[in-house]
């Protein structure tokens, strides 16, 4: 076979045609020991150019970059400028005062001049609920009231190029709900601004703005409870509020602890004490016009209740018992988990209520002693937990600030004439008064 091949490759030559066609489009000859010829030339170049276009499309500098957004030209621009301190309520909804929020509201306009046929600003609170009536409905789960509206232009403007200013105020009253984000709801306080021009463009603005609420501390908190049918008694020792932020410490006195008969005596060992601080939050969603039906009518709510542990400790040493008086004293520091971001205590009108309770469970067993030699004590084998429950307050630091009424100068009413009127005058001798000192010495 080989002979054959090149006899026949010898033999074309002959012709002309024959000879131009062999070197122009024939591939070269294949030595006698290979079987499969090479892929043609133009596969291989269609092969790299697509290596080469897969490579350009998939590649990273391509799919990265994107056409830059050009926002809209705008009339006009808003900022906002806060002058009055942050938002804080001292003391409970029932005494606090408010707080009184102010500052100036600006406008940039950028076209040599721009009319506003409207504009004004409203105060919203808005209660968005985490377990809706109807999850699709957005009724049921977010509603927004309005507390207050500022109307700054009474009648069409013209507004020059430049900024303008517009100085507003509000005395926040005090019974109102701090801000809050649990995990049943949420409440938010924002402002929202809306500018009208006379073309019918709106220019808006919208800020955020956080309402804390500060309870003054007092004097300790004390409490008694008693424990039937034993004698034992507890007197402990709370402070009148705690914060997320910080220790605070608490005592405790458990008396009562002996018991004694005509040749024995029977006491009570403290052995283990444990306390925690437990966050109650309660809900009532409520459910718009369209889903009444669900909860039986217009005004009512699905009721969410839930319970977390935000601090706990187990106390197993560290108290002083004195058998002789039959007490025993205990004081340790508490502090709140701050990874688990407590709450503070909160009662709205709308339903939500943020609560904290504090447990104390103490464990006490029960040992018999001769009078004779009450150190040689003997457990009976009989045990009680001792359980107790206290309402707490945790609230914000109130730190230096006051009430906005309490750092106001006082008024010119209120101040008395300066200096004060002498309407009373006498006058008396020198002698006669020398005459008197004399005669009290003798």
Known sequence: ??????????????????????????????????????????????????????????????????????????????????????????????????????????????????????FEMRLLATVTTKKPVSHNCPDCTTQTTEIYKWEFLKAPTLLKNGDHSFPFSYLLPGHLPATTHGSLASLDYHLAAVATSSTGENITYQRSINIKRAVMPGNDKHSIRVFPPTDLTAHVTLPPVIHPIGDFGMGMRLSGLNTKTKDALTRWRLRKMSWRIEENQKFVSPACPKHAQKVGGEGKGVLHDEMRIIAHEEVKSGWKTDFEEGNADVEFKAAL????????????????????????????????APLKKPNQATPTGAARVLRMQFNIVLTERSGLGVSWDEEQPPMYEDVPASPPTYTQMEDFNIEELDNEVDRLHL
């Open 1 to 118: 076979m080989p002979g054959r091949l090149l006899a026949f490759v010898r033999a074309g030559p002959s012709s002309s045609s024959t000879k131009i066609d062999i070197k122009a489009h024939d591939p070269p000859l294949l030595p006698p020991y290979s079987i499969h010829p090479p892929p043609p030339q133009r596969s291989q170049e269609r092969t790299k150019m697509d290596h080469l276009k897969r490579h350009t499309l998939t590649g990273r500098h391509y799919s990265e970059k994107k056409s830059p957004k050009i926002d809209p030209k705008r009339p006009a621009k808003m900022d906002m400028e806060v002058e009055s301190p942050p938002l804080v309520f001292y003391n409970q909804p029932q005494s606090s005062t408010g707080a009184l929020f102010s500052g100036q509201l600006k406008v940039q306009v950028t076209d040599p001049t721009v009319t506003f046929e409207m």
């Open 337 to 368: 988990n701050t990874a688990l971001k407590p709450l503070c205590d909160v009662e709205s009108p709308n339903g939500l209520s943020i609560t904290h309770n504090l447990v104390i469970e103490m464990v006490v067993a029960e040992e018999w």
